[in-house]
């Protein structure tokens, strides 16, 4: 999640970590995170933060943040059916710049959530602020 100065959170487009795939992300974050020391962690917040800015103002201008198959743009299919591009008008963009990045881990019960859709956990793994 990006975060603005008025310390509102924004999901951030999955498009933004290209070339790597928000899966591999994940994973890494999962498997490797953890055991960086909190130098490496903060070099680490301060790319992705980097990285969610640059995708944001590159969403928000006239060519917008293009879509991982260039021949048939906005029709290429997502990488998964969790990761839209969410980014895919300009109206669907956070306007300020994110000064905070914060990775959260979520879990939740297929059967709760099919009833409610809000029944999720999220604990934070990982904040950054520059």
Same mark, same amino acid.
């Given at each position: 999640?990006?975060?603005?100065?008025?310390?509102?959170?924004?999901?951030?487009? $999955?498009?933004?970590?290209?070339?790597?795939?928000?899966?591999?992300?994940?994973?890494?974050?999962?498997?490797?995170?953890?055991?960086?020391?909190?130098? !490496?962690?903060?070099? %680490? @917040? !301060?790319?992705?933060? @980097?990285?969610?800015?640059?995708?944001?103002?590159?969403?928000?201008?006239? !060519?917008?943040?293009? $879509?991982? +198959?260039?021949? =048939? @743009?906005?029709?290429?299919?997502?990488?998964?059916?969790?990761?839209?591009?969410?980014?895919? +008008?300009?109206?669907? %963009?956070?306007? +300020?710049?994110?000064?905070?990045?914060?990775?959260?881990?979520?879990?939740? +019960?297929?059967?709760?959530?099919?009833?409610?859709?809000?029944? %999720?956990?999220? %604990?934070?793994? =990982?904040?950054?602020?520059?």
């Amino acid at each position: 999640m990006g975060v603005d100065i008025s310390g509102k959170e924004s999901d951030i487009d $999955y498009r933004a970590w290209r070339p790597l795939a928000l899966e591999e992300l994940l994973s890494w974050i999962k498997l490797h995170f953890a055991r960086l020391d909190p130098a !490496a962690r903060d070099r %680490v @917040g !301060a790319y992705l933060l @980097g990285r969610s800015n640059l995708a944001r103002e590159q969403a928000l201008s006239l !060519a917008g943040l293009p $879509y991982p +198959n260039r021949w =048939f @743009g906005p029709l290429t299919a997502p990488t998964h059916m969790l990761h839209p591009a969410i980014w895919s +008008n300009p109206e669907s %963009v956070p306007h +300020n710049s994110f000064v905070e990045l914060r990775v959260y881990e979520e879990t939740w +019960n297929l059967e709760e959530r099919s009833h409610d859709p809000q029944k %999720v956990t999220r %604990v934070l793994v =990982f904040d950054y602020r520059k």
